[in-house]
């Protein structure tokens, strides 16, 4: 465990811990851990969403009158991301090995019983657009922070550097995918159906994807037990990231448009989401 505290394994402005002033009073040794920690939280994330939400372009295909050229596209990634969740997984192991004995997930483990009802409601066919929405944004922001892993690479741990890398490369493509298959399937719906998915969108985005909650204080709970100087802290550190839901910074480092351009520009052409700056802070409308 000491080896791994001398190494950096995301940049430090991905981590949620850096935009909160708590962040400067840390050792370095502390930042670290944390950053370790925070690396291990990513890689559970991607990993849960890399396996659940590949599904959802699977029974958007799926409809009549889908060119097949789409259907063997969403095919393909539903079985590369299956590969992918995989290697995220095996990542978090390497990262720290002693968190990962028996579960697979220490971070992101959803409530049940809202993941109960949530998976039940996107049984309805009806709501599966707002699935779309989210799997082209999480795309599209996982591949840049990939590209931030890149861009600092010479400071990071090689094993976070070279799977980024291949994980890159695929990722062009899945984007693509996304930015082709939504608009169909969203022009297609009744205009009770967008507006229905616009709602559930920004609950979701602000809910799950958002501003750190059961998670992050989870990272903070094997911060002070790595680091048990900080147990007298622990209330201020856990303050501090709750915090985070009323920092500006933070959320434009979540999502904006240096980040997700692509789903953002194809937002604005939808009056569906004129108020999603409300739930997602650095969106503002451009178009429409």
């Not at 998976?119 to 795309?139: C, G, K, T, V, Y």
């Not at 990939?146 to 400071?155: A, C, D, I, K, N």
């Not at 303050?239 to 009323?246: E, I, P, Q, S």
Request: charged share 25%.
């Amino acid at each position: 465990m000491e080896e791994a505290l001398v190494t950096w394994y995301l940049p430090e402005h991905i981590t949620h811990l850096y935009y909160s002033p708590v962040y400067a009073t840390l050792s370095h040794r502390q930042k670290l851990a944390y950053n370790r920690l925070h690396a291990c939280y990513h890689c559970e994330m991607c990993a849960f969403l890399e396996g659940e939400l590949p599904k959802h372009y699977l029974r958007a295909v799926a409809a009549p009158g889908t060119p097949e050229k789409l259907c063997r596209a969403a095919q393909a990634l539903a079985k590369s991301e299956e590969r992918h969740a995989a290697s995220f997984r095996a990542l978090a192991r390497d990262i720290a090995p002693h968190l990962y004995s028996k579960d697979r997930y220490i971070f992101v483990r959803p409530p049940f019983l809202p993941s109960l009802i949530l998976r039940r409601l996107f049984d309805w066919p009806p709501l599966r657009p707002a699935l779309l929405w989210i799997a082209l944004i999480q795309e599209e922001r996982g591949t840049f922070f990939g590209e931030e892993v890149l861009r600092q690479s010479e400071q990071l741990a090689p094993e976070m550097v070279d799977w980024q890398r291949k994980h890159l490369a695929d990722e062009t493509a899945h984007l693509s995918l996304g930015e082709a298959l939504l608009p169909s399937y969203w022009d297609a719906a009744p205009r009770w159906m967008r507006h229905l998915n616009g709602r559930l969108f920004r609950f979701l985005l602000r809910e799950f994807l958002s501003a750190p909650k059961r998670s992050g204080m989870r990272v903070i709970e094997y911060l002070v037990r790595e680091c048990p100087e900080l147990t007298p802290r622990k209330m201020e550190l856990m303050t501090a990231m709750r915090a985070l839901d009323r920092n500006p910074q933070f959320h434009r480092s979540l999502y904006s448009r240096k980040i997700v351009p692509k789903t953002f520009a194809l937002l604005d052409e939808y009056r569906e989401f004129r108020h999603l700056g409300k739930s997602v802070w650095g969106y503002s409308r451009e178009a429409g």
